[in-house]
């Protein structure tokens, strides 16, 4: 029934398939009924639209063809397929066919008949509803949009009457789907088998780790699962190797600190932190650095909680608390271990803070996090943590600060005038306002009208000299550090460094203010 001919050329620029745009050609949503879900997904292939009696099909490659003869035999049709972009394909195929296991469901009208799942709930009956064909799709499919989003995070969140799945994606929550009450507990019991944990618990928080393969790309999802008073809560942390893994050039930093960030990791030894709350992006700084300075003559070992990547080349410990395995335990180990680079995942004590610096004073480069708000600020917390300040002052090399701010998107971003409060917050003058071509995004398909797309870090760096280390045994303020950076070394400080990114049109004003606070000198 295919019109496919016998000994057709099977190139994918044979001049026998026409190329299809589905960015342009959108398929016809009555049309997907005709193929089975599983189907499509399997061959990849995608009804779009019906020419006479012959139906067009978009197909990705042509290893699908003979799957486009078993469906002209299945429909009694003339199937014409047509090449389209592989990666668009997919992403349109799981669109298509996650709407329609939606629609199948029964909808939040039947919240009022959920299934009352408590601790007595046969673990037969738990097991038996997460292998539905619907909730398994559902939840493939969830990580499917969630990793062709960009989200970094999918939080799904039972209520009274309703379950909500929320994706973090550029750092911001935003509700994708509200699949109905009476699946919330086949979800969570589908995920707790993904992720090797205790389908029969469900009084005490559990974690897991999920490994996925997603359009050829093997992706790790961190699962925490809590008990809430309306059934457990999943938040799945979505560590994506290929965004992670990002070289030093790709963070954003500029040009003239890259060059300066470069100095400091390359001295041979000294400790170097990064600093910032959580998300902020330290761990992937961390990791590109380590990938700077990585040689075959290097020994780099880390000890982290957790472990979220594993790097080709470095020796990475995973911190167990529970077995007495913690950051002081394990970097107190790693020191015998004839190391040239340790990172420690975070300084989060004292002890773990004397260990460090002292790997760094008998000559190793130690790379670390700690949670402060700006630069400078990281040598008051070591000193609040009890560390001698000639201790701080004779092993720290540099700090960097950074933040991740959503940047405008490339598709639909357009000239605007902001208000002038806000780009006086971060440090615009009347003149430079004036020769400054200031860009946002409108909102677009691509940006899901958010007028974002992607984030890049602004950074502030603090290099450590003579005279800082002087102030540093004087126990001087990080304000008064921090002064000192600014007038003598030029330091640009985070909000400095979102002006940069405003007067490049990356960002806008407003969102170096959602994320940088502001400052007083």
């Not at 668009?88 to 298509?96: D, T």
């Not at 400054?436 to 984030?455: D, N, W, Y």
Request: aromatic content about 4%; proline content about 5%.
């Amino acid at each position: 029934m295919s019109s496919i001919p016998a000994n057709s050329d099977t190139s994918m620029n044979s001049p026998l398939y026409e190329s299809v745009n589905l960015e342009v050609s959108k398929p016809d949503p009555e049309l997907a009924n005709l193929v089975p879900g599983e189907y499509a997904l399997k061959n990849q292939v995608l009804p779009l639209r019906r020419e006479g009696d012959s139906l067009v099909v978009a197909i990705g490659s042509v290893s699908s063809l003979p799957a486009i003869d078993d469906l002209g035999v299945l429909l009694q049709m003339d199937i014409v397929p047509m090449m389209a972009d592989p990666a668009m394909l997919r992403e349109k195929i799981e669109e298509v066919f996650l709407e329609r296991i939606l629609s199948q469901l029964p909808g939040s009208q039947d919240a009022e008949q959920t299934t009352d799942v408590n601790e007595n709930t046969d673990l037969a009956d738990l097991t038996k509803m997460a292998s539905e064909t619907a909730v398994v799709q559902m939840v493939n499919l969830m990580f499917a949009q969630a990793v062709r989003d960009g989200a970094s995070d999918i939080h799904i969140e039972p209520y009274e009457k309703e379950v909500k799945v929320r994706y973090r994606i550029d750092g911001m929550l935003g509700e994708m789907l509200r699949p109905p009450k009476r699946m919330h507990a086949a979800l969570i019991s589908r995920l707790k088998i993904l992720g090797e944990m205790n389908i029969a618990e469900r009084r005490l928080p559990q974690d897991g780790r999920i490994k996925i393969t997603i359009a050829g790309r093997q992706i790790d999802v961190r699962v925490s699962i809590l008990p809430t008073v309306f059934g457990e809560r999943a938040v799945m942390r979505i560590l994506d190797k290929g965004t992670a893994m990002l070289g030093l050039e790709e963070l954003g930093l500029a040009p003239d600190l890259l060059e300066r960030y470069r100095r400091v990791i390359s001295q041979p030894y000294g400790i170097v932190l990064v600093t910032g709350p959580t998300g902020a992006g330290k761990s992937t700084t961390l990791y590109a650095s380590l990938q700077e300075i990585w040689s075959p003559h290097t020994n780099i070992l880390t000890v982290e909680d957790p472990v979220e990547y594993q790097v080709s080349g470095i020796g990475q410990i995973q911190v167990r608390p529970n077995i007495g395995l913690t950051f002081a335990a394990g970097l107190r180990s790693i020191v015998r271990q004839d190391p040239d680079v340790v990172m420690v995942g975070e300084i989060r004590d004292h002890e773990t803070a004397e260990i460090a610096i002292h790997a760094a004073l008998t000559g190793h480069l130690v790379f670390s996090t700690l949670h402060t708000n700006d630069a400078p600020g990281a040598i008051t917390r070591l000193l609040d943590m009890g560390v001698e300040p000639f201790l701080v002052a004779s092993s720290l090399i540099g700090v960097v600060a950074q933040r991740l701010i959503r940047r405008n998107c490339s598709n639909c971003r357009v000239e605007y005038e902001p208000a002038w409060e806000h780009i006086q917050a971060i440090g615009f003058s009347e003149e430079e306002a004036k020769t400054t071509k200031f860009l946002r995004g409108k909102g677009c398909e691509k940006c899901q009208g958010s007028g974002f797309k992607g984030r890049v870090g602004v950074y502030e760096l603090f290099v450590v000299d003579d005279h800082i280390k002087k102030m540093v045994v004087d126990r001087a303020s990080s304000n008064e550090l921090k002064g000192y950076a600014v007038r003598e070394f030029g330091m640009r400080t985070l909000l400095g460094d979102g002006k940069r990114a405003v007067m490049e049109g990356r960002t806008t004003a407003q969102e170096v203010l959602r994320v940088i606070q502001r400052e007083e000198f």
